[in-house]
């Protein structure tokens, strides 16, 4: 376990996602390693992780607002539709390619109208079709990878059911007892089953069990009959589509494998009989070999295929976790800067914070510290930074740490169904921003701990459970599977109960690909390979996403003509935001989608041109703004003299301008390591 972790460890990032790994060993493992498919393979199981959960308190810090959720449900925090179970009112979601939303008397959808604007691209909620089933009110009462099920209920009893799905068309209500379902808007039958009706432009299709009166405002179905709506797609056939939408979807499931090169998804619809449906495809999914040449939906996020599968399969660069730098080739001048720059700022470290976040990326500094330590051979100087973090993160790593204080510690919350480390901060109390938050430590304990099996014994019981409250797959009743990532979109969502009428969000794009990264490095040197195997593919999946959405999207798409920015700083189901939630500065909208500049992070490298106007746009007078360092390590990406500029540039950059979460120290040696 001892030499595979030091070899992780000492993986060396080139180029743009691709990794060349630093030990002969682990590189011929990860070349030869064949795929290893993760669809029924359990982590973090109840029987696994029960006595931790039972050895940390039990408290709910802040309660989670009044829900939708049918009892025994786990809490759906940090999902595309937990807007639609915690609002109130319930709260628009975007499956894609239609906009949904619960009314009071059953629910409203359609296809969102793009529209760019200089400093946003808007594809809110669009209520084109409206249906009534007598609801007076809604109850989720099953959600898996990519579908959510409402019932809708009156005086207590069920009504029926609909079905939506991430990537379908297609919304369905099955009907639990005789119910007359009513439009807003009249659809002209064309077959006793089969109706159409065009509203904003947009053709709208209904598949019906009961038959369709002419210019039919309503169908009366009786229990266990069903309708299905659906949008039809621009160069679409709505005849194709009608027929599909007969063979109903009951749910999804996700698997994973990892291949020489490659981290590839399969997202299974399962229908009520054997057979494809269609699919909408985003952009990242691209490398799907399905049939994709059934139409196309606009989306915030550019044009969406319509495929025909049963299984949408795609695949990502894979990109291999690392948590050191390659500095073993350095030349003597730059190695005795670098060494007199380690000794300062190690002696410099100032106090840990008690939150959380502050804490995380406390420990995430002074990890990268030790990290280059070790690999300059600066032996005392690892040895007192070693010695610091073993003592700060002893206290976070104590199980029942919560019973006498009221920081650097772990409560679960049994309602929620989540681990809660106090101090909380940006409401990681109602369970935002948790993988933001949780990776930092991650990664630390992971670092702290190669080659040290005694210190990953004490420390697994709680890092566990830390762990398993982003990455739990298979049945659990502590945690929800996966809790922040969607398997459809390839990155996660930051919002615990997403009270927006924009769908949920993500900001720190980053900052999601270092929490992979952190979980990674754990699951090595606690000798996890279920749980490496996962957290390599949801890095890989993340850092593909991000670059797709955040960082390198093309310019020439249709979709960002009249968007007058490089990147898109904040992510929502139904908008994408030059913007963030904390600072209108130029500077903070790249920074945030580049820092911590984890050794991971030459995922952000690509095009030197682009790089190079993402940094102009952020930094167009130089360095010395919010988030200055990280912006000088993202410029160095750029090419070997992007990077020779940035080394020079470091002295002259004010200490003011050094994160807290870096160091310069960090800082010199990323840019060195180019």
Known sequence: MRERLSRLLGATLIGAIVVSLGGCAWAERAANEPALTSATTPIYATDEIAASVDAVPQRTVKPLPASRLASGLIPPTNRWFSGLVFGEPSMPVFPLPLSFQLTDDGMDFGLPTISTSPAAIMGGFSAAVSVDVGAQEHEVIAYDTATVTVAQLSGGAEIGRTVIARGSPFVTFSASRDTTVRFGSAFSPVEDSVAFATVDSVEYGLVSDAPLATDSGSVTLSGGESATWFAVPQGGNRDELATAAGNRLTGTSVSYALADGTASTALTYNLEAAGPTLVAVMPHQSSTDADCTHGTYESIYGELQLCRAETLSWTVPRLEPSGTLALDSLESEDRERLLRQLEADALSTPAFPADTYFGGKALYRSANLLSIARELGADDVAASLEDRLIREINSWMEPDGCETRDARCFVYDRDARGLVGLQPSFGSDEFNDHHFHYGYLLYAAAVVAAGRDEVTEKWAPVMNLVAADLATSGSSEYFPERRVF??????????????????????????????????????????????????????????????????????DSPVYSGFDHTVTSLVWGGKRDYATWFSAEPSAMLGILVLPMSPVSGYLAGDSDRIQANVAEAAPAGFDVLFGDYLLMYSALAGADAAAAARDAVPALPESRIDDGNSRTYLLAWILSR
């Open 486 to 555: 969607d398997a459809y979109a390839g990155h996660s969502w930051a919002s615990g109960t997403a009270p927006f009428r924009d769908g949920n969000n993500q900001e720190s794009s980053s900052e999601a690909v270092t929490a992979w990264n952190g979980l990674a490095l754990w699951a090595e040197v606690s000798d996890q390979p279920a749980l490496l195997t996962e957290a390599t593919w949801m890095l890989s999946a993340e850092a593909a996403s991000a670059r797709e959405y955040w960082t390198d999207f093309p310019l």
